[in-house]
């Protein structure tokens, strides 16, 4: 099945920074998607993004299906951001959404 | 609109003992999945269901886990017997179609003693 790899690990921000979260694919993407995972374990959706670029409010992502990669633009951070940024996407040959390590980002007030 | 529910929040078992959860999706979502995440890991697909057929169970432990979704709306996933290896949270989603947003539920966590 599909690799996903996700970059940083790990990344402390001061509230009002800005940070940038990267997701690669083995495989072919066509299902690709950004979850947040707040800190009582809830997974939020928030992006269905198989190509191109979308915006919600601080947040955007943008997809490069031809080279399978993802970034997810966090701007003006704040304490609520976070938790656990998952990326996931089910490859070009079956329908199983496969899931990255997840980025662990914390904001600092 | 109403979210996935699922059931129990919490569920302390001891080892070789069962244990059962419940997930109810999103109506009219064809699409139901269940994922085991460990602590400090990503979600772990064990199976998805399309209404009530199984679209991929490749990494359902089928020795000792059981799934189910009849009718083609809720579904229950079953351990029997549990491992201590099976402590996790075990997350419900669904999607209106089979290559779709998936939203998910509040997990069901499970601790084997």
């Known amino acids: 099945g599909i690799q996903v790899e996700q970059s940083p690990p790990d990344l402390i921000l001061q509230e009002g920074a800005n940070s940038t979260l990267r997701c690669n694919f083995s495989d072919s993407v066509n299902n690709l998607q950004w979850f947040h995972q707040n800190p009582w374990g809830q997974l939020i959706n928030l992006f269905y993004i198989p190509s191109g670029t979308k915006q919600n409010g601080r947040l955007s992502a943008t997809t490069v299906a031809t080279e399978r990669y993802s970034l997810l633009y966090i701007s003006s951070s704040q304490t609520t951001d976070s938790g656990v940024y998952f990326c996931a996407d089910s490859g070009g040959s079956n329908y199983k959404l496969t899931f990255g390590k997840g980025t662990l980002l914390t904001v600092n007030p | 609109e109403a979210g996935v529910a699922q059931s129990p929040r919490y569920k302390i078992i001891e080892k070789r003992q069962s244990v059962a959860f419940w997930c109810n999706p999103i109506?009219?979502?064809?699409?139901l999945y269940w994922y085991q995440q460990i602590l400090g890991q990503g979600p772990k697909l064990l199976i998805q269901?399309?209404?009530?057929?199984?679209?991929?169970d490749s990494q359902l432990p089928k020795d000792r886990f059981s799934a189910e979704r009849l009718k083609g709306v809720d579904s229950t996933l079953k351990i029997q017997p549990a491992k201590l290896e099976d402590s996790a949270v075990y997350l419900c989603?669904?999607?209106?179609?089979?290559?779709?947003?998936?939203?998910f539920g509040e997990g069901s966590r499970l601790t084997v003693l």
């Open positions: 989603a669904s999607s209106p179609r089979i290559t779709g947003e998936l939203f």
């Open positions: 269901f399309q209404n009530n057929g199984v679209v991929d």
């Open positions: 109506s009219g979502h064809a699409t």
